[in-house]
């Protein structure tokens, strides 16, 4: 299949090279000239798993251009993967897509052949059938189905995974115009797949619906585990890992995103809910558990802060391990780290901090605030408390005396992932999300957990959903940094 590929970003780029590699000729299209330049010339521009060397095997069988005229017009088929960024209310903008429409539109009215528009960028339910469809209609002249056809095709896929993800789907999702366009997707997809997937081939409003409830179904389940964690907590010699491996066994559960630690966090997931409460309204309805879900959410970096601020007081030097939404990825939008990281910093503490990946995200994230370091041990340098917060697999191999001996006096490590199990008790205070204290006489609780269960909202200064934005800039090889 000739495939013109609009929108070369972080997935885009990732799905263009994937259909390459299975043989397809794919001409890239991005705005971006800078972008389109440097993939000319051989360089990978999106920090991804895999992606360069992906590209590498598949340059025969890929072009890059500006020219959204000359990709429509040698293609059968045309995916558009832009942005549609959230509008204040929640809803998805259309623009990006709006504007693609328009620069594809002459060169579809003068085809004469069928041709595919597979919309893959998440929107509003409703909007292929009642915006996108009559757009097309009416700047090409021609009717939908019949002499061309429309696709929503949304990706089920991980940043730092996104690679083995698109190639190996549990579920395709094709919603469609007509039944030729849904056949020749589904198509393109079997020849691309390494596995066998469900195909789930609907309507356009109905994939529209699935796209939004999917991802608020996944989201639900890790607030529940993450509740779960924090009551895990409040009871003596409970443990979240042992409870949700048991619940996960069960088929009606599944252990897939039941693990409790750090909230959702990524450009995905948080917007999402906010969208399918906005759908509900726009339908005369109302969400209920979707508000729900983002609350437990947001409580989260209320309840470190609450637990950090009960062991330091402001003025003291914080540690935090992991400052991306998640490992494997330099993205903090949405990343509950720097959420917690901009707390701290509004209270008054300092603040140190490491990944392998996001520093420079975070760093525009937080407008320079705060130490940068590129040695874990190094952040941790005279801390009053350490938090692991994102679980890269580097963390569980440090040495916890060499990690004390760098921290201040007495520290304390608060264990959001449950890395460190078995903490000598000479190196750290440990306390971990998820995990209830031994017994010891009395009602058999932990006093400590239940106080922060119950008071941390107030201790804590209230923090909405905030968008963090994230950056290209290239990790700085030097010495920790302060910004």
Not at 163 to 182: C, E, K, Q, V, Y
Not at 234 to 262: E, F, N, P, Q, W
Not at 298 to 306: K, P, S, T, Y
Not at 474 to 479: A, M, N, V
């Amino acid at each position: 299949m000739n495939i013109s590929f609009i929108g070369l970003g972080k997935l885009g780029l990732c799905s263009a090279a994937c259909f390459a590699t299975k043989g397809h000729r794919v001409i890239g299209v991005d705005s971006n000239r800078r972008h389109i330049e440097a993939l000319n010339e051989g360089h990978c521009p999106i920090d991804e798993t895999d992606l360069p060397a992906f590209l590498d095997g598949c340059r025969q069988d890929m072009e890059f251009t500006l020219d959204y005229d000359y990709a429509v017009r040698n293609s059968d088929m045309t995916m558009i993967n832009v942005p549609t960024p959230s509008n204040e209310d929640g809803r998805f903008s259309n623009a990006y897509i709006d504007a693609v429409i328009d620069q594809i539109a002459p060169a579809l009215k003068a085809k004469k052949g069928f041709h595919i528009v597979v919309i893959i960028s998440t929107v509003m339910p409703t909007t292929c059938e009642k915006i996108f469809k009559p757009q097309l209609e009416q700047l090409t002249g021609k009717a939908c189905g019949q002499d061309f056809g429309l696709v929503y095709n949304p990706e089920f896929i991980a940043l730092g995974s996104v690679l083995h993800d698109f190639l190996n789907p549990d579920m395709l999702l094709i919603g469609s115009s007509d039944d030729r366009s849904a056949q020749a997707v589904k198509q393109v997809y079997t020849s691309t797949v390494d596995n066998n997937p469900h195909y789930a081939l609907m309507n356009l409003t109905n994939a529209e619906i699935t796209k939004l409830s999917l991802n608020c179904y996944v989201t639900m389940k890790i607030s529940f585990a993450n509740e779960l964690a924090a009551l895990c907590e409040s009871i003596a010699t409970a443990d979240v890992d042992v409870v949700t491996s048991a619940l996960g066994a069960d088929t009606r559960v599944g252990h897939r995103y039941l693990k409790g630690g750090m909230g959702f966090g990524g450009p995905c997931f948080p917007r999402d809910n906010l969208a399918f409460q906005r759908c509900a309204e726009d339908a005369g309805g109302q969400a209920h558990l979707s508000p729900r879900v983002v609350k437990v959410n947001g409580e989260i970096v209320n309840r470190l802060f609450a637990m950090i601020g009960e062991h330091a007081p402001s003025g003291s030097t914080v540690a935090l391990l992991g400052l991306s939404y998640k490992p494997g990825t330099h993205i903090v939008e949405e990343s509950q780290p720097v959420m917690l990281a901009q707390t701290l910093l509004d209270a008054g503490y300092v603040v140190r901090m490491h990944d392998p990946k996001a520093t420079a995200s975070a760093g525009e994230a937080l407008q320079g605030r705060g130490t940068y370091c590129l040695d874990p041990y190094d952040a941790v340098r005279g801390a009053s408390v350490v938090v692991v917060l994102t679980s890269w697999p580097v963390y569980s191999d440090l040495d916890l005396d060499k990690l004390a001996k760098q921290a201040g006096p007495a520290p304390l490590l608060i264990d959001c992932w449950r890395i460190f199990k078995d903490v000598p008790t000479h190196t750290f205070e440990y306390s971990a999300f998820g995990i209830g204290t031994p017994f010891s006489g009395g009602t058999g609780n932990d006093t400590r957990s239940n106080i922060l269960s119950q008071d941390y909202r107030r201790r804590a200064p209230v923090l909405e959903c905030a968008t963090v934005q994230h950056s290209a800039l290239s990790e700085d090889h030097g010495k920790s940094r302060v910004l």
